[in-house]
């Protein structure tokens, strides 16, 4: 497998000239430390760090974790990667000041997870667990919990999880079994079995702080009796280190598809002593802090695995030679010309291409909004910033994975049978990325969840304000407003317009359609979040087309890499984007042909 390179220009064209964060950071807290220079350091020392240090062990890593008797052993160079990580501050990259962070805007960690997913996938998931356990404690957490085990997450000496599926029950946690029994001096003693649990038990760090979900004495029937808890590997000592150990063991774990060097546990707790985060039976919402930022990261996985396929494939077809390009001969000294002059070989790199540079500027986009919901300086930006996330979080973790694992395919065919043997690490990839659309919420739960409480019980109100800010810029690039915008730009702008219009048109369908048939709206939930995502791409490379025919005019930047901006963007608009007439069309379909057919012609016996 070629060597992988982080893609730091278009990074800093995203963050510097499509999205000026600098603009964003003056509204949140420690944005003002995030100058170019400082994010253009971190970003280059993220990528050395990458490069150099994760993806060597990427393929090595393959050979998985191994279990015995409850101890996990990560593979060879992990814990080792691990050491070297926190010690160089990265898990503190965002977390609080006050528990020593450095508090940096969200978005700036964003970037730095896909680079490390990037470079190494499974690795990349112990640390990203930490995440979404720093999140919750810094929002329901209580202060005396916060100095317990912020600190130590915020370091990276402790690492967290989300302990949420059950052998009997995934999604559906209101049949949720674990047990939470009060104990006299405040704790919990919890009981039950939880299974894949990501980064669940490992050798990296000196504990791990499970963020639990389990089922109070009293809890009413439903996900209304859900309570959240902070179950420690090993109870905190009085100096704040770990001391006895408590009652979680790892049961066994999971032979997977893929992502093998993660440790994906059986945990089974054992009169577990917890502490209950926030308040009794409202476990799902805090708990909710905690899948938001998991879900932008899974996002990120699927950007992850489209660059690093299209890195592979990219350099194995200017490099492979095979047949003569039917427009003629381009390798005259060769036996045959490189691949990459045939047209099929060209329409699943650019494909990949479009998929990772155009679901990076999605993710993004998205991240000003995570950064103002972290640290906006007043409670109604915090507030319209969450909004706007929301909205933007089932999209983004639905469509990107499906196109992550797409562009991972298409990396698999450039390579022909040599993509299908390991030692390449083509297949790695493939699999690897598999994952993305199943935890966090599968692509099914992620469109149920965009259509159904996101836009309809919304209202549609954060649908119009999505469609009208695409409907804004389109305006800004029309003739009579068009300083210095290219004919081409005008004509996607244009395209974005009309996706806007159509993107309305489709969901007020639905909920009309929902009103005679309840059933309409899951039969056209997946196929509306598809076409919700090409819209959402379309709008993004529109205005990366433009900053980057702005500077062409200009003579300013690298004039190949905005080239190549405009290349890929005219491909996603004239190949990819028309895959969205599709899902229009499928969301239009009679329910009956979906739901017509009666059950038992299921058995296929």
């Not at 680079?115 to 690795?123: C, L, Q």
């Not at 990349?124 to 329901?140: N, R, V």
């Not at 369908?509 to 709206?521: E, I, M, T, W």
């Not at 004239?574 to 012609?601: F, I, N, Q």
């Amino acid at each position: 497998m070629p060597n992988y390179k982080v893609p730091l220009k278009d990074l800093m064209f995203l963050f510097d000239d499509v999205f000026d964060m600098q603009t964003l950071y003056k509204q949140v807290e420690g944005g003002d430390q995030a100058t170019p220079d400082m994010i253009e350091a971190i970003f280059t020392e993220g990528a050395k760090f990458s490069e150099n240090e994760l993806a060597p062990l990427y393929q090595s890593g393959d050979e998985g974790c191994s279990w015995d008797d409850g101890v996990v052993t990560t593979p060879a160079g992990f814990k080792a990667a691990y050491d070297k990580y926190i010690e160089a501050g990265w898990t503190s990259l965002t977390g609080s000041e006050k528990m020593g962070g450095q508090q940096l805007p969200s978005s700036v960690g964003l970037a730095v997870t896909e680079m490390i997913t990037s470079a190494n996938w499974a690795w990349a998931m112990y640390p990203g667990l930490s995440e979404g356990a720093i999140a919750t404690l810094e929002d329901h957490g209580t202060e005396e919990q916060k100095q317990t085990y912020l600190t130590k997450l915020i370091s990276g000496v402790w690492s967290g999880t989300m302990c949420l599926t059950e052998p009997h029950c995934g999604t559906d946690l209101g049949q949720m079994k674990t047990k939470a029994l009060p104990n006299d001096d405040g704790s919990y003693s919890v009981h039950g079995t939880k299974i894949f649990i990501s980064a669940g038990e490992h050798d990296l760090t000196e504990n791990i702080v499970h963020i639990v979900l389990a089922k109070l004495p009293d809890a009413p029937k439903g996900t209304k009796g859900l309570s959240l808890f902070i179950i420690p590997k090993f109870l905190p000592a009085e100096d704040g280190s770990a001391g006895e150990r408590n009652g979680v063991k790892c049961g066994s774990i999971e032979h997977k598809m893929g992502i093998h060097g993660n440790g994906t546990a059986v945990l089974n707790f054992d009169g577990a002593k917890s502490f209950l985060i926030g308040e009794p039976h409202n476990g799902l919402n805090a708990m909710f802090t905690y899948m938001n930022v998991a879900r932008i990261g899974t996002a990120s996985q699927g950007v992850s695995a489209a660059d690093r396929s299209y890195q592979g494939a990219s350099a194995y077809a200017r490099e492979r030679l095979a047949m003569r390009s039917i427009s003629g001969v381009k390798n005259p000294d060769g036996p045959a010309d490189a691949i990459v002059e045939h047209p099929d070989v060209r329409r699943m790199l650019l494909t990949q291409r479009a998929i990772a540079e155009g679901g990076r500027a999605m993710v993004t986009y998205a991240s000003q909004f995570a950064d103002v919901y972290r640290g906006g300086k007043t409670q109604d930006a915090k507030a319209i910033a969450e909004g706007r996330l929301g909205f933007c979080t089932p999209i983004l973790k639905g469509f990107i994975t499906e196109l992550g694992v797409e562009a991972a395919n298409h990396g698999v065919q450039v390579f022909g049978g040599h993509g299908y043997i390991k030692e390449w690490g083509m297949e790695q990839i493939l699999r690897d990325s598999r994952i993305a659309t199943l935890y966090e919420g599968t692509t099914g739960i992620q469109a149920l969840d965009l259509l159904g409480r996101k836009v309809l019980f919304d209202r549609f109100s954060q649908l119009n304000v999505f469609t009208g800010e695409m409907l804004s810029f389109a305006r800004g690039c029309m003739p009579w407003n068009a300083a210095g915008k290219s004919k081409v730009v005008r004509q996607q702008a244009w395209k974005v317009a009309k996706l806007a219009i159509r993107w309305r048109l489709l969901a007020l369908k639905l909920g009309a359609g929902a009103k005679k048939n309840p059933d309409s709206v899951g039969a056209g939930s997946v196929d509306f979040l598809m076409f919700s995502g090409y819209a959402y791409m379309a709008y993004m490379f529109a205005r990366m087309s433009s900053i980057a025919s702005l500077q062409l005019s200009q003579g300013i930047g690298d004039e190949k890499f905005l080239q190549e901006k405009l290349h890929t963007a005219t491909f996603f608009f004239e190949r990819l984007l028309p895959r969205a007439d599709v899902h229009e069309k499928t969301v239009k379909a009679d329910v009956a042909s979906l739901m017509g057919m009666p059950t038992e012609y299921f058995d296929a016996s």
